[in-house]
């Protein structure tokens, strides 16, 4: 369908959208950082735009992707900016989707010059901190009737299987929606293709077929249309 052609279902809607991969130095030219290439939040904030939604979003690392039409892009690169910019337009948002991958922790320590090596000196060891848990601050501070959105990739293991782990995810996270990608095989990193699960915290749970990041955006924001309306 062309853009114009799409329903503008979701004229105001003020939506947030976080997307890509944070980065976090270690010295002036090194970090850690991850394979996500940002397509999931891209495509979630042009489908809302395309549908009529007033669109923020807060973008780390990603792969070279067309700037969406009719968005307001911010950049950040470390998951401590990327937590100032979305609690920033979480105020004035109905519904906030994490589609970021933040990084988990962050070098304890960022070198202020680049970091040698020496044969007087050990090797460096990296010791790392915790970063803060965005969704759940979101969650936190969530405003009445705001709609707050998680993404997981999970694999199966011993503990349970793909699904056990998203239950789990969604009851410890506490949002309203939870977009559960299946990995491994190659799938969800680095591909155009997802499938998984959306589950809500009133127990509902569908299966997402096999499709384009596009066409799981569309479900999504079908999801949340009708989840703002319980
Ligand atoms: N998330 C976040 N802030 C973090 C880490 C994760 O907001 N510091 C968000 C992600 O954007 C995603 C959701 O939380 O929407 C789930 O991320 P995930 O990494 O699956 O969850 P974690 O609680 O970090 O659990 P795990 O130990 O499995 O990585
Ligand atoms: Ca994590």
């Not at 270690?26 to 009529?52: I, M």
């Not at 922790?105 to 901190?129: M, Q, T």
């Not at 491994?184 to 990041?213: C, H, M, Q, Y």
Request: glycine share 8%.
């Amino acid at each position: 369908a062309r853009p114009d052609a799409l329903p503008r279902d979701l004229h105001g809607l003020r939506v947030v959208v976080s997307a890509g991969g944070t980065r976090e130095p270690l010295d002036p030219v090194r970090y850690l950082g991850n394979r996500s290439s940002g397509k999931q939040g891209y495509a979630l904030a042009r489908v809302a735009a395309q549908r009529g939604a007033e669109v923020v979003l807060v973008a780390a690392h990603t792969a070279a992707l067309p700037e969406p039409a009719g968005v307001d892009l911010r950049h950040v690169s470390t998951a401590l900016e990327m937590r100032d910019a979305v609690l920033e337009a979480a105020q004035a948002a109905d519904v906030v989707v994490m589609a970021a991958a933040v990084a988990d922790f962050r070098p304890a320590a960022r070198a202020e010059h680049k970091i040698k090596k020496s044969e007087d000196r050990p090797d460096p060891e990296i010791s790392l901190v915790r970063n803060p848990d965005i969704l759940a601050e979101l969650v936190e501070n969530r405003k009445p009737d705001q709609v707050i959105v998680g993404f997981a990739a999970e694999t199966g293991d011993e503990q349970g299987s793909v699904l056990d782990h998203a239950r789990a995810k969604l009851r410890r996270k506490g949002c309203d929606l939870l977009v559960v990608n299946a990995v491994g095989d190659g799938r969800a990193f680095e591909v155009e293709d997802n499938a998984g699960w959306l589950l809500a915290a009133d127990g509902t749970e569908r299966a997402i077929p096999l499709g384009s990041k596009a066409q799981l955006a569309a479900t999504l924001w079908d999801a949340v249309s009708e989840y703002g309306k319980r």
